[in-house]
């Protein structure tokens, strides 16, 4: 497969809603030059603060770096990180229709002495969505399928209550009969909630704990016949399975496909499961077949781990990969 797949700025006509848990990444960089005089633990002197989009944003982040229209639907706290976030979401020109929460933005902070990693802590709340949050995101999403000229909607699932059992079945029966390809980046709380989707793309470590199996993930065998399992389990059309280092794989109801990792300088994995599925949801709009889908998004997510932190891909990057 080469470059001749793609023509210049192919994505630029492409939308896409994403759906999903929405967080903002926090790092704070600095040194650690002393030991704190109230415990035997280092003081770390931070020099700079950095906030990234997260979760199901830095999803529509990757599809609009990519050239392509992103939206993105969520619930959101009232606090002063929400507006931090709208303003992130303003700055990278993701559309946006956010549902207020009472509950808190979700923010992962990340400590770093320099290079090292030192610790994470989170600020979340997790409880499932209430009834009157869900009735305004399918609202919202209702008007999106109308008006917008969809090509797809990825449903990106951090487990931190936005895709509930009843929101994601509600979602589901509401997109199906506008025949957009639904996408989907599961967890395992309601990993078998997502019936009847286009794709649906775990990574292995899910995948061996929703199937209760412990599948090497060389093993050609035992994958083509947990993804005939899950196939047949959720009812959908295809399945794309990531093996971190050991690259990706994909079937459907006809063939298999496989694609070895890339050897690349692996320094932050984080974020890494964001570009693969929005690549895949990305290339599904273009009607692209599973295999190529399997091969494109891994190259695409093995692309994003040689810097540190949560890292979009962007459209010149992409295409010097591919040299067009």
């Known amino acids: 497969m080469h470059q001749q797949d793609f023509q210049k700025n192919a994505f630029a006509n492409l939308q896409v809603l994403v759906i999903g848990d929405v967080m903002i990444d926090r790092y704070f960089y600095g040194e650690v030059n002393r030991q704190s005089p109230e415990a035997d633990v ?13 979760g199901a944003a830095n999803v529509a982040l990757n599809i609009a770096k990519m050239g392509a229209k992103a939206h993105l639907m ?17 700055e990278q020109g993701v ?12 923010v992962k902070a990340r400590l770093y002495k320099g290079n090292e990693y030192l610790m994470r802590y989170d600020f979340e709340d997790k409880h499932d969505i209430e009834e009157d949050e869900l009735e305004q995101l399918l609202a919202n999403v209702k008007l999106a399928c109308e008006k917008l000229s969809l ?14 059992e009843k929101s994601i079945k509600s979602l589901i029966d509401l997109i199906k009969p506008f ?11 309601n990993f078998f909630a997502y019936q009847a989707v286009s794709l649906f793309k775990p990574n292995l470590k899910e995948l061996n704990k929703a199937l ?24 959908c059309e295809m399945v794309l399975i990531t093996r971190a280092q050991y690259g990706a794989i994909g079937a459907n109801e006809n063939a298999y496909f496989k694609e070895e990792g890339l050897v690349r300088s692996v320094v932050d994995v984080s974020g890494a499961g964001d570009t693969v599925i929005a690549m895949a949801s ?6 692209f077949s599973l295999d190529k889908i399997v091969y494109y ?9 040689e810097e540190r932190g949560v890292k979009a891909l962007d459209l010149r990057t992409w295409e010097n990969l591919l040299e067009i």
Do not use: H, W
């Open 179 to 189: 025949g957009i390809p639904i996408v989907v980046d599961p967890k395992e709380k």
């Open 95 to 106: 559309c946006f229709k956010l549902v207020e929460s009472n509950r808190k933005t979700t």
């Open 297 to 305: 998004a891994n190259l695409a997510g093995a692309s994003v781990i």
């Open 74 to 90: 969520s619930l959101l706290g009232a606090d002063e990180d929400a507006a931090i976030f709208k303003d992130l979401l303003k």
């Open 42 to 54: 280092p003081i770390l002197d931070v020099g700079l603060i950095e906030n990234r989009l997260g």
């Open 212 to 235: 209760s199996l412990n599948i090497n993930p060389q093993d050609d065998v035992a994958l083509e016949a947990a993804c005939a399992m899950l196939r047949e389990r959720l009812d």
């Open 151 to 164: 090509n797809a909607i990825v449903l990106q699932d951090y487990n931190k209550g936005v895709l509930s």
């Open 282 to 287: 990305l290339l599904l709009s273009l009607n």
